[in-house]
């Protein structure tokens, strides 16, 4: 995995932008290494940018991850028939801040 950020400071506050990068390579999730217990390579996407004010008193930040909404397994099994586990999708959201 790898992630960049970089922060400007002006005279009204800084912004922040911060990009991840994650990659999974090919895993079998049974000893049988069977093709249909098999998540193949993926990559995800996750970044955000915020902004702080000069006193660092009040934030904002818009974030997202999972920007691609790539489609992985975290799991996967049979007791009867084959199931399995999704990691989660696109989400994205806005968060506020206040310290005092």
Do not use: C
């Not at 992630?3 to 800084?14: I, N, R």
């Not at 079998?28 to 996407?45: D, K």
């Amino acid at each position: 995995s790898a992630l960049a950020e970089y922060t400007k400071t002006f005279d009204w506050g800084s912004l922040r932008f911060t990009g991840e990068y994650g990659w999974q390579s090919e895993v079998f999730f049974t000893v049988a290494n069977t093709m249909i217990h098999r998540q193949g390579n993926y990559g995800i996407v996750n970044a955000s940018v915020a902004y702080e004010s000069p006193t660092g008193q009040f934030g904002i930040s818009l974030w997202g991850r999972n920007l691609f909404d790539k489609d992985y397994l975290t799991a996967a099994g049979t007791i009867i028939n084959p199931a399995g586990r999704y990691g989660p999708i696109r989400t994205y959201g806005l968060r506020f801040s206040v310290k005092y």
